[in-house]
């Protein structure tokens, strides 16, 4: 990396000029498995719920920080088909009351801020208290678009392409007609760029059904740091880590 690039300002983030981030090269969306929330709280002793809590407020960390160096797309992993399934009805409360509770507090800084909340997965399967604050946030009108936040839940990247091929056969595409860019129009992430990083705390090794085909050549990023400490200082080590890779692209 050239000697003569200067990291932003400061009044950004105070940790640009350690790091020596090049803005000129920042990842345009990154994919987050946030991944330790139960462990983390497990270890201090809290319930889950408080843990999946501890999550929210350093995710809203996170997002915003991520607005504030450019980045212009963030996918967090919030919810899996499989968590919706698998964990206790307790548990899943829980995170629904998080979520609610982030509309009611998120809503209005989020228009004002530019950042457009959408969602990827089928969450017409939840409660209608929970649909209903989903779609608030969904109709919120933005002047300027600075951040496009997209939350999974429900979601499994295995179901997303089966998704998007039954809708291919229901739009009476022919076969021939077929291609990566008609597959990639059908994904919950239609119109918008593949992730360039992917990361993930919580020190597991594995993808976990998380945006299976978008992430074909992502740089992966893994990290022991469970989620809720995992700061906005971390996020920069991680976009410092991203700008030393060689990507190459198959090429």
Known sequence: MSQKTK??????????????????IMPKHIGIIMDGNRRWAKARGLSTTEG???????????????????IKHITVYALSTENW??????????????????????????????????????FQA???????AIKE???????????????ALNYGGRDEIVNAIKNIIKDGIPAHKVNEKLVSEYLYTSGQPDPDLIIRPGG??????????????????????LWPDFRPKKLEKAIYWYQQRQRRRGK
Do not use: C
């Not at 990291?7 to 000129?24: M, Q």
């Not at 407020?57 to 450019?70: F, P, R, T």
């Not at 946030?137 to 939350?151: A, H, S």
């Open 7 to 24: 990291p932003p300002s400061n009044k950004k983030s105070p940790f640009l000029t350690n790091l020596k981030i090049n803005p000129k």
């Open 52 to 70: 999946h809590e501890a999550g929210a407020k350093n995710l809203e960390k996170i997002v915003d920080h991520a607005k504030n160096l450019g």
């Open 85 to 122: 399934r698998n964990r206790t009805v307790q548990e899943v409360k829980g995170i629904f009351g998080i979520l609610i509770k982030i509309v009611k507090e998120k809503k209005e800084e989020y228009k004002n801020a530019g950042i457009r909340f959408t969602v990827l997965g089928n």
């Open 126 to 132: 939840f409660p209608r208290k929970v649909k209903k």
């Open 137 to 151: 946030m969904l109709d919120i009108v933005l002047k300027t678009e600075r951040l496009k936040f997209n939350v």
């Open 204 to 225: 597991e090794f594995r993808l976990s059904n998380f945006l299976l085909w978008q992430m074909s050549y992502s740089e992966l990023y893994f990290t022991d740091i």
